[in-house]
C-alpha cells in the first residue's frame, strides 16, 4: 500500500504506479497546463497524470477551473502554457485520433430539442466513429421507454443520463465525464454509478469532475482537488483523507488522560473529551484498555479517521 504521506499539497502531482493499473504511457498526461481567459487565469500550473484503467476525480469549488481543464483535453481549448496529452497526442490537433478512443460528456449537451431519444443517439453515433449498439446503450441508462419521446420534454435528469448514453457509446478506451450526475435522483445516481463500475471493471479509463464527495468516494481510485485553479492536493482517496487527524470524541467524567496518546486533545462541547490523532488505532486501543482498566464507561464513543469531505472544507474554505 501507498503510504499516506505520499499525498501532494499545494505542488505538481504525477501519479505514483498504483496496483492493478496497466504499465505504459499514461491515457492522460497534463502538465504545467495554464489558461487564462483575458486576464483571469482560470488554471495555473495544473499537472497530472491519469492512468490506463484508473478513475480520476477533479473536485473543487465553483470555478476553480475543473470544467476549463476538461475543455483543453478534449480538445476545446487551447492552453496558454503547459501540454495536456491524451493517448500521447495533442488533442487539438490529433482530434480524430483522441475521439476515437474518447467518449466525451460535456456539461450541458447541447440536444436538438424536437428529435427523439432514439433519433438523437442514432445521430451521435453516426457522428463518432466507434460501432456500437444505440438501443443497448439507452437501456443501459434506463432511457429505452423514452425512446421515442423528443429531448425537450425530457426531465433534467433524464437528459443528463442521455449525455452519459451518448458518451459510452461504443464503449471508448476513455471516458471524459463533466459532472455526470448533477441533478439526478439518488435513484438515478446511483444507477450511473452502477454503469460506470461496469465500464471500470471492463478497463475503461475515466476522468471525471463532480461536486459530490460522495461520487468521488464511490468511484475514484485518485482525487485531486483544485483551488482557483491550482491543485491543492492530489493523491488516493486514504492518501487525501489522512490529511487531517483521526478524531475520538467521548463523555466521560474530569479524569486526566492516560499518558502515552498521541493525540491531542482539542476543543469540545461541555463534558465532552475530543481527541484528535495521527494514529487513530493505536490511540483508540490504548484509550479503551486504560478505560477498562479503571472501570471507565466512555459514554457516546465515536471514532473515525479524516474524510474526503473534511480535506476538501479545509481546501476550500
Ligand atoms: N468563457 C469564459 N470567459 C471568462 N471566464 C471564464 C469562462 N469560462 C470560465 N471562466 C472563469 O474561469 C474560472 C474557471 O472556470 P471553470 O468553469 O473551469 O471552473 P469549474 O471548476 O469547472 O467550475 P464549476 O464547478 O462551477 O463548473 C472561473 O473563474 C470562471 O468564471
Avoid at 286 to 291: E, S
Wanted: hydrophobic residues 40%; aromatic residues 4%.
Amino acid at each position: 500500500m501507498t503510504p499516506a504521506s505520499e499525498a501532494v499539497t499545494g505542488g505538481h502531482y504525477r501519479a505514483p504506479p498504483r496496483p492493478g493499473t496497466l504499465p505504459g504511457m499514461p491515457v492522460i498526461e497534463v502538465t504545467d497546463l495554464r489558461c487564462t481567459y483575458g486576464a483571469h487565469v482560470a488554471v495555473d500550473g495544473v499537472d497530472f497524470t491519469v492512468e490506463r484503467g484508473e478513475v480520476f476525480a477533479l473536485l473543487g469549488a465553483n470555478g476553480a477551473g475543473k470544467t476549463t481543464t476538461l475543455e483543453t483535453l478534449e480538445g476545446h481549448r487551447a492552453p496558454q502554457g503547459g501540454r495536456v496529452r491524451v493517448f500521447g497526442h495533442e488533442p487539438r490537433t490529433a482530434r480524430r485520433a483522441v475521439r476515437r478512443r474518447t467518449g466525451v460528456m460535456l456539461q450541458d449537451g447541447g440536444f436538438a430539442g424536437e428529435l427523439t431519444v432514439r433519433e438523437t443517439a442514432n445521430l451521435w453515433a453516426r457522428l463518432g466513429t466507434r460501432d456500437g449498439d444505440v438501443e443497448s446503450d439507452l437501456a443501459q441508462l434506463d432511457l429505452s421507454h423514452r425512446a421515442d419521446v423528443a429531448v425537450e420534454q425530457l426531465s433534467g435528469g433524464e437528459q443528463r443520463r442521455l449525455e452519459v448514453a451518448l458518451a459510452i457509446h461504443g464503449r471508448p478506451e476513455l471516458l471524459i465525464f463533466d459532472e455526470p450526475t448533477t441533478g439526478l435522483d439518488p435513484e438515478s445516481r446511483r444507477r450511473t454509478w452502477q454503469v460506470i463500475g461496469e465500464l471500470v471493471a471492463a478497463g475503461t479509463t475515466i476522468l471525471l469532475t463532480t461536486h459530490y464527495l460522495e461520487e468521488a468516494e464511490a468511484l475514484a481510485d485518485r482525487v485531486a482537488i483544485l483551488r482557483d485553479g491550482r491543485i491543492a492536493i492530489a493523491g488516493t482517496l486514504g492518501q487525501v483523507s489522512a490529511q487531517l487527524p483521526a478524531r475520538i470524541a467521548f463523555r466521560a467524567p474530569a479524569v486526566p488522560l492516560p499518558p502515552d496518546l498521541e493525540a491531542l486533545r482539542v476543543e469540545g462541547r461541555v463534558g465532552e473529551v475530543v481527541l484528535e490523532t495521527p494514529r487513530l488505532q493505536p490511540d483508540l486501543a490504548r484509550l479503551l484498555a486504560w478505560a477498562d482498566a479503571h472501570d471507565l464507561t466512555l459514554d457516546r464513543l465515536h471514532a473515525r479517521g479524516g474524510s474526503l469531505e473534511d480535506v476538501f472544507m479545509t481546501v476550500v474554505a
